[in-house]
């Protein structure tokens, strides 16, 4: 069965701080690993990776993919009280399979 | 930039009722989506659709069909609505350019069946 894993499920951080948040998945006919930051609204995109080892950047927030161990990593630099928000991880093959989420709370 | 618009931001309705859950879109997207989103359950794929008038089922198509007339717009169509199916409702869509194109969302609707 296709599933895609976040860790942690809640995260509260001080302003300032570094995170670093993980998605594992087991997606047959892997495609891509897409990024989403929902906050009260609907998710938001961030990032699709598709190939190994290239990071992608994009201001304080970056993510890399690693499709022989199966997971991919988004990290948040510098973290501000915008910040806060469910992160999605969804893993793409014919469908989007999405993670439960990351809730990071940053507190000042 | 894609605009995604879900017509009701919250909607509340009785058991049994007939609901109607409009998204349009106007990106002249080929694909879209309806998904539910629940505490712990994450985001779950109920019906999508790649063409008008197409229709495939997703993971979880029980009680629920939808509708594609025009290429614009999607409906998600509860037929008899239970109170298992509160919910917040998510719209999404896609370009035609492969399951490698993101998908882009509408605001979602919240709803509550009674």
């Known amino acids: 069965e296709d599933k895609v894993v976040q860790s942690p499920l809640s995260l509260v951080v001080h302003e300032g701080d570094t995170v670093t948040l993980n998605c594992s998945y087991e997606?047959?006919?892997?495609?891509?690993l897409l990024w989403y930051k929902q906050e009260k609204k609907a998710p938001t995109f961030l990032f699709m990776l598709?190939?190994?080892?290239i990071e992608k950047k994009s201001g304080r927030l970056s993510s890399i993919l690693d499709k022989k161990e199966l997971f991919s990593i988004l990290n948040i630099t510098a973290t501000q009280t915008g910040d806060s928000a469910v992160y999605l991880c969804?893993?793409?093959?014919?469908?989007?399979?999405f993670g439960t989420g990351t809730r990071l709370t940053v507190i000042p | 930039d894609v605009k995604v618009t879900q017509s009701s931001r919250y909607l509340v309705k009785r058991t049994g009722e007939k609901v109607f859950l409009e998204c349009v879109q106007d990106?002249?997207?080929?694909?879209m989506f309806w998904y539910r989103q629940d505490p712990g359950l994450g985001l779950r794929l109920i019906y999508f659709?790649?063409?008008?008038?197409?229709?495939e089922k997703g993971d979880i198509p029980e009680g629920y069909s939808v509708s594609r007339e025009k290429k614009e717009r999607f409906s998600l169509i509860l037929e008899s609505a239970s109170t298992n199916q509160t919910s917040m409702y998510l719209c999404a869509t896609q370009s035609a350019g492969g399951a490698n194109q993101p998908q882009h969302f509408g605001d979602g609707t919240r709803l509550s069946i009674l």
């Open positions: 598709t190939s190994s080892g």
């Open positions: 969804a893993g793409v093959a014919n469908n989007l399979f």
């Open positions: 990106m002249d997207h080929e694909n």
């Open positions: 659709s790649y063409d008008v008038k197409m229709k």
């Open positions: 997606v047959t006919n892997f495609r891509s």
